[in-house]
C-alpha cells in the first residue's frame, strides 16, 4: 500500500496532471474524519479525485468556479464562440486546470468551527457552515483570483447519488 502523501501526489499529477498544485491534507486528519465521521469508509483517493473533479466541472452553480472563471473570462469564453457546449466547458475547464497549478488546497480540518484565526492560518470556515458529519470539505485558493476562497464539498455516504446529493464547490 502506498504512502499517504504517494497517494495524493499521483492523483494530482496522474489523473489530473496538476504538477504546480500545493496541497495540505494531514493524513491523522484524513484518519480522524474516516473514524469519526465516516463509518462506509469512504476511500479517501475517491473523495480527493471528486473534489479535484468538481473544481474543474462542475457549470450547474452560479457559484463554482466553473461560473467564476467563465464570468471573468467572458470575453474569451463566450458560448457562442464555440461550436458545441461541450467545446465551451472544455475551453472554461482547461483555463481553471491553468489556474489550478499554481494554487493551494487545504482539507478543511474537523475543529473548525472552533479553532483561533491564528491556529486557522490560510484556512477559514465553510461560510455555509456545511456539518463536517455530511461533508469531506475541501478549500481552494488560487492567487491569480485573489482573495476568493472556493469550497469543495463532497458527500461522505458511499451512495450519495441514490439520496439526490452531488458533491459542489462555491466561491465567496
Request: charged share 25%.
Given at each position: 500500500?502506498?504512502?499517504?502523501e504517494n497517494r495524493?501526489?499521483?492523483i494530482?499529477?496522474?489523473?489530473?496532471?496538476?504538477?504546480?498544485?500545493?496541497w495540505?491534507?494531514?493524513?491523522?486528519?484524513?484518519?480522524?474524519?474516516?473514524?469519526?465521521?465516516?463509518?462506509?469508509?469512504?476511500?479517501?483517493?475517491?473523495?480527493?479525485?471528486?473534489?479535484?473533479?468538481?473544481?474543474?466541472?462542475?457549470?450547474?452553480?452560479?457559484?463554482?468556479?466553473?461560473?467564476?472563471?467563465?464570468?471573468?473570462?467572458?470575453?474569451?469564453?463566450?458560448?457562442?464562440?464555440?461550436?458545441?457546449?461541450?467545446?465551451?466547458?472544455?475551453?472554461?475547464?482547461?483555463?481553471?486546470?491553468?489556474?489550478?497549478?499554481?494554487?493551494?488546497?487545504?482539507?478543511?480540518p474537523?475543529k473548525?468551527?472552533?479553532?483561533?484565526?491564528?491556529?486557522?492560518?490560510?484556512?477559514?470556515?465553510?461560510?455555509?457552515?456545511?456539518?463536517?458529519?455530511?461533508?469531506?470539505?475541501f478549500?481552494?485558493?488560487?492567487?491569480?483570483?485573489?482573495?476568493?476562497?472556493?469550497?469543495?464539498c463532497?458527500?461522505?455516504?458511499?451512495?450519495?447519488?441514490?439520496v439526490?446529493?452531488?458533491p459542489?464547490?462555491?466561491?465567496?
Open positions: 500500500d502506498m504512502p499517504f495524493v501526489t499521483q494530482l499529477q496522474e489523473d489530473f496532471k496538476l504538477e504546480g498544485l500545493r495540505e491534507i494531514n493524513p491523522a486528519e484524513v484518519q480522524f474524519q474516516h473514524d469519526t465521521y465516516d463509518p462506509w469508509w469512504r476511500n479517501t483517493s475517491s473523495v480527493i479525485r471528486q473534489a479535484i473533479h468538481t473544481y474543474l466541472y462542475d457549470y450547474l452553480s452560479d457559484q463554482s468556479l466553473f461560473y467564476w472563471v467563465s464570468q471573468i473570462h467572458g470575453d474569451e469564453f463566450h458560448p457562442d464562440n464555440f461550436s458545441s457546449d461541450r467545446e465551451y466547458r472544455q475551453a472554461v475547464s482547461n483555463q481553471i486546470h491553468r489556474y489550478l497549478q499554481t494554487g493551494s488546497l487545504f482539507l478543511i474537523s473548525v468551527y472552533q479553532m483561533t484565526e491564528k491556529e486557522l492560518g490560510a484556512i477559514s470556515p465553510p461560510p455555509y457552515k456545511e456539518k463536517l458529519e455530511d461533508y469531506w470539505i478549500q481552494l485558493m488560487l492567487p491569480e483570483m485573489g482573495d476568493v476562497a472556493f469550497y469543495a463532497v458527500p461522505r455516504w458511499p451512495s450519495f447519488e441514490e439526490g446529493r452531488r459542489y464547490n462555491y466561491g465567496v
